[in-house]
């Protein structure tokens, strides 16, 4: 007879936890830590958000909408995509409402991956990536990307790595890392999909948050929109994490494809989450600037004062992450890590949690209040004045 | 907006040191940034926003509509200057619509505020009319509300 964990599916049983979440658990059983292990804005909605959220309650909205979501969500998601991104989709049949871009992520992948086939992602990524691609019987292949390169994904390993291979997954900018593409290699990147008959799933969260340059997709390159799934939500620069709402772009037939797990599974995301979501880019430039500018002086302070530190923190151009280079301390990432909390009670995220080749890095988040930064900053700085010392004494 | 200008809006009273700091400007690129600031007059000032029921020291406050009847040279400007000298004028604008001055007055009681509409305000020559609004609550002022949001509790770690 069988019980319990013995009726679980080889696939599921092969995933290992995530590193987050093992993590979050040690650092939720120690008081007063400042964490910036957090990977999501530090601030609640605008509160003509939460307004919006509010009012559709009074008004009793809350029935099901279409199972792609409002036809005023998708209206407003075609503007606000066209002004971002630059191209034009078809709310009526090419934009899905999901629960969030993980969502969309699984959906996508399950729509168009027959078991066996082949995905390719660079890393290190976002911890959901190389799980969803097995959960959708599908292999991964990572492509991994270097701090001696910004952590920028060259379009010649990819080309390399595409022998065989249906989808590239991308995420720019990227979390863990800020890496975000040039315009040149994005051409390039594209030359390369389209030469080896790629289909591009892309994770483009982060976009409103690029720096020193506005945001490029690749899917206005050519021969890239008839292959490209562009994928993007409120959660980060609208810091509307908990109310779940990110979409998908792309032609009918793939948005039909996605269209019919998500009925099934979801049926359609929170009739709430959409109102608020459509009010959210109604007045989308003012708050999507100032979280930019917001982010971009933290990030400027953070990453000054872990080099005073003698650290090397990446220079991220978008996302709120700063990937730090610990290679010199000569503590694995998870062992810096876990002594950091120790010693100077503060979070950061193990390297190794974004896949092997986040290996002798820490995750930073920046988005948090400038003072609490700059406690954390100065915290980090002693432990690798101490760490430094430690070795030296051990040396001798 | 330039940074330090937008740090200087939020977090006024930050010490030169602290603005280097944000900004990643010396303390004394900062110092002169500051003074520039200043002397130009972008910078006209810095102040406390204060919750007068914790001061003990609220006082009355009243929002003014004055009508007034602008002049061959100059328009409003110089009745409005008049009113705005008054050191019981908190702020003073000129408005579009039903009436011309917008202007908030404090004083220590009613009495003291409905004295000045009377005895200063309302004589001065070219002030129509005016019509006084006592102010019984602040929610926010200057842009900080009164009312705290409760603390939203994030996650420590979070992908």
């Known amino acids: 007879m069988k019980s319990g964990g013995e009726f679980l599916a080889d696939h599921v049983k092969g995933i290992p936890r995530s590193g987050i979440r093992d993590f979050f658990e040690i650092v939720q059983k120690r008081g007063d830590v400042i964490s910036l292990g957090i990977g999501e804005p530090d601030v609640s909605a605008p509160w003509a958000v939460r307004e919006a959220a509010i009012y559709s309650l009074e008004h009793g909205r809350t029935g099901y909408t279409s199972n792609s979501g409002s036809l005023k969500l998708r209206n407003e998601v075609a503007t606000y995509v066209e002004n971002i991104f630059g191209e034009r989709y078809n709310p009526e049949n090419e934009i899905l409402v999901t629960v969030g871009v993980s969502e969309a992520i699984d959906l996508a992948l399950r729509a168009v991956l027959n078991p066996g086939e082949t995905v390719l992602y660079h890393e290190p990524c976002y911890v959901s990536y190389a799980p969803s691609i097995t959960l959708a019987h599908a292999k991964g292949r990572a492509i991994r990307t270097r701090a001696e390169d910004g952590f920028r994904l060259d379009p010649k390993a990819v080309a390399e790595a595409a022998k065989g291979a249906k989808v590239l997954l991308l995420n720019f900018p990227t979390n863990p890392t800020g890496a975000v593409l040039s315009g040149r290699e994005l051409d390039a990147l594209a030359k390369v999909c389209v030469e080896n008959n790629l289909l591009v799933i892309s994770d483009e969260i982060y976009a409103e948050l690029t720096y020193e340059t506005k945001h490029e997709s690749i899917v206005t390159r050519p021969g890239m929109r008839e292959r490209t799934i562009l994928l993007h939500g409120l959660s980060k620069a609208f810091a509307m994490t908990g109310f779940r709402i990110g979409y998908a772009c792309a032609p009918a037939p793939l948005i039909e494809a996605m269209m019919k797990i998500h009925q099934y599974a979801i049926l359609c995301a929170p009739t709430l989450s959409q109102e608020a979501a459509a009010e959210a880019l109604r007045g989308a430039e003012v708050t999507t600037r100032e979280a930019r500018e917001s982010y971009q002086m933290r990030r400027d302070f953070l990453r000054r004062k872990l080099e005073e530190a003698g650290l090397k923190p990446t220079n991220p151009a978008g996302a709120f992450y700063l990937f730090v280079d610990i290679r010199s301390t000569g503590l694995t990432s998870r062992e810096f890590a876990l002594q950091l909390l120790d010693e100077e009670k503060v979070a950061v995220v193990p390297g190794e949690a974004f896949g092997p080749g986040g290996e002798g890095f820490v995750r930073c988040s920046y988005a948090t209040a400038l003072d609490r930064i700059e406690v954390a900053a100065e915290r980090i700085g002693r432990f690798v004045k101490k760490l430094g010392e430690r070795r030296l004494v051990a040396a001798r | ?159």
């Open chain 2, 1 to 159: 907006m330039d940074p330090l200008l937008q740090i200087l809006k939020e977090r006024g009273r930050l010490p030169t040191a602290e603005l280097a700091k944000l900004t990643g400007k010396s303390e004394p690129e900062v110092e002169k940034a500051v003074r520039r600031f200043e002397s130009d007059r972008v910078i006209l000032g810095y102040q406390a926003i204060l919750d007068s029921d914790k001061t003990g020291h609220g006082g009355v406050r009243a929002v003014i509509e004055v009508k007034i009847t602008p002049e061959r040279d100059g328009g409003f400007d110089r009745i409005a200057a008049r009113v705005a000298r008054y050191p019981e004028v908190v702020s003073c604008q000129l408005m579009s619509g039903g009436y011309d001055l917008l202007i908030v007055v404090e004083g220590s009681d009613l009495k003291r505020v409905a004295g000045f509409v009377a005895e200063k305000l309302s004589t001065i020559q070219g002030v129509i009319s005016t019509a006084t609004h006592f102010q019984l609550k602040t929610y926010k002022e200057a842009g900080v509300l009164f009312l705290q949001d409760d603390k939203a509790e994030r996650l420590s770690i979070s992908p």
